[in-house]
C-alpha cells in the first residue's frame, strides 16, 4: 500500500496532508491494538483534498485508533476537523472560536461535494485575509449560505466508497 505519493492525476492540490501517514499503516503503530489507516479512509482524504481550493492552507493528518483517518486545520481561532470513518461515515466539525460552532456526522455514499458544503463556512473562515488588526475581512454567518461556488474547481462529483 502506497500512501506517501499523494499527488493524483487532474488534482487541484498536492495532499501534503497525507504525506506521513505510512507509520500508520501497520497494527499496533500506537503500541497497543491500534488497526493501520483503512485503504477507504485514505481513498475518501484523498478525493476530499484533491476538491479544495487552493486557497486553503495545508492541515494535518491524524489516525484513528479504528482505521480512521482525519484531517485537521487550525487558524487562530478557527478549528476544522474532518473525519474519514472505517465505515463510510465522515465527522466534521469546525468552530471560530466564538459564536460559530457546528460538528455532524455524514452518512456513508455522502458526495464530495456535499461534505464540501458542510465545511464550506470553515473553509471561508479558513482562507478569508486576516486585517493588521487581527480582524477578518468577512461576515462568516452570512456568506456561508453560497461559498460553496468558489470550492468546486471540477464538474465530477465523486462518490464515496463505503
Given amino acids: 500500500m502506497e500512501y506517501v505519493s499523494t499527488f493524483q492525476l487532474g488534482s487541484a492540490r498536492v495532499a501534503l496532508e497525507l504525506s506521513g501517514i505510512d507509520a500508520f499503516n501497520v497494527a ?7 488497526e493501520p489507516v483503512s485503504d477507504g479512509c485514505v481513498y475518501a482524504a484523498k478525493a476530499f ?13 491524524m489516525a484513528g485508533t479504528d482505521g480512521s483517518l482525519g ?45 464540501l458544503e458542510s465545511v464550506g463556512p470553515a473553509l471561508l473562515m479558513l482562507t478569508t485575509p486576516v486585517n493588521a488588526g487581527g480582524e477578518e475581512h468577512a461576515d462568516f454567518q452570512h456568506l456561508a449560505a453560497w461559498w460553496v461556488q468558489d470550492y468546486v474547481l471540477a464538474p465530477t462529483n465523486y462518490a464515496l466508497a463505503a
Fill in 28 to 34: 499496533g503503530w500506537d503500541g497497543e491494538d491500534a
Fill in 71 to 115: 484531517l485537521y486545520w487550525e487558524r487562530q481561532d478557527v478549528e476544522l476537523y474532518v473525519d474519514f470513518r472505517v465505515d463510510g461515515r465522515i465527522r466534521v466539525y469546525y468552530t471560530d472560536g466564538e459564536d460559530l460552532s457546528r460538528e455532524l456526522v455524514l452518512p456513508i455514499g455522502t458526495f464530495i461535494d456535499d461534505i
Fill in 49 to 61: 483534498l484533491d476538491r479544495l481550493s487552493l486557497d486553503v492552507p495545508v492541515g494535518n493528518a
